[in-house]
């Protein structure tokens, strides 16, 4: 995907004020500008939106390092509620990850034995998610630093900062499916293995180079309400 190459085209009209160490972390200049933002960036940005899908199988190829930092670095530039950046990533790969998958496995485990359900729907409900864990060489859990119940937008800010992740992993040829199913009635001993206090599951994104893409699902009819007209 072409990255900021349009921007040289571009005439700037910037302010001073922007802090150095800020320039530094942006790849786009700061200050006022006299861009005209309707032309947009022409960054690829639509195909990686339409073209990404929700991946299951992965390769076991390892994702290099510098990589994995310049997704994690895209999930950090999300809005976020007062700009608090409220979230909190813990990235699992090698000796990590297999240790957490065998104690979620065990949890689930427990739990469906006490529940209510034909043993062939409990191998189906934790199938894929089984199968995905265990073959993703990386898996990223996804907090938030403050409580969901006191404001829904705590939880919105981490999702955006999730969805940035899956993007800019798309965009590195990674695959990524995004977990929450049974996850909150294991989060205790999900906070406890990783010796984690005072933050809140928001999800599993589970991420590898995909073995197999699937269909798009279709995309709903009649969720857009236009009222633009005169
Ligand atoms: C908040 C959230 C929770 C999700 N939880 C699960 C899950 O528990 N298990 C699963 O297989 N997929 C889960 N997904 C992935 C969706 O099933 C997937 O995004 C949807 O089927 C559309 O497919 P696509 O991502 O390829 O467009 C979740 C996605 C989101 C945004």
Redesign the pocket.
């Known amino acids: 995907m072409p990255k900021f190459a349009p921007f040289a085209t571009f005439q700037y009209n910037l302010d001073k004020a922007c802090p150095k160490t800020l320039k530094k972390q942006s790849p786009l200049p700061c200050g006022k500008s006299s861009v005209d933002f309707t032309r947009g960036f022409n960054m690829d940005v639509y195909e990686a939106i339409t073209s990404?899908?929700?991946?299951?199988r992965f390769k076991p190829d390892p994702i290099p390092k510098e990589t994995l930092e310049k997704i994690l670095n895209a999930a950090l530039w999300a809005p976020s509620k007062l700009d608090l950046q409220n979230w909190y990533f813990v990235v699992l790969g090698g000796k990590s990850k297999k240790d957490f998958s065998l104690m979620l496995q065990a949890e689930f485990t427990r739990i469906l034995a006490s529940a209510q359900a034909s043993p062939l729907f409990k191998a189906w409900a934790t199938k894929?998610?089984l199968q995905?864990l265990d073959q993703a060489p990386i898996l990223v859990l996804a907090f938030s630093d403050r409580p969901i119940s006191e404001d829904l937008d705590y939880a919105l800010s981490v999702?955006a900062a999730?969805?940035n992740l899956?993007l800019a992993a798309w965009d590195e040829g990674i695959g990524t499916?995004?977990?929450?199913?049974?996850?909150q009635a294991v989060k205790e001993s999900i906070y406890s293995h990783l010796g984690l206090k005072d933050k809140e599951l928001?999800?599993?994104i589970v991420m590898g180079y995909p073995e197999e893409i699937?269909q798009?699902?279709l995309r709903r009819g009649g969720r857009i309400e236009w009222r633009i007209g005169t």
Request: proline share 8%; charged share 10%; glycine share 8%.
């Open positions: 990404r899908r929700s991946i299951t894929w998610f995905a999702a999730v969805q899956m499916r995004w977990f929450t199913s049974g996850l928001i999800g599993l699937p798009p699902t």
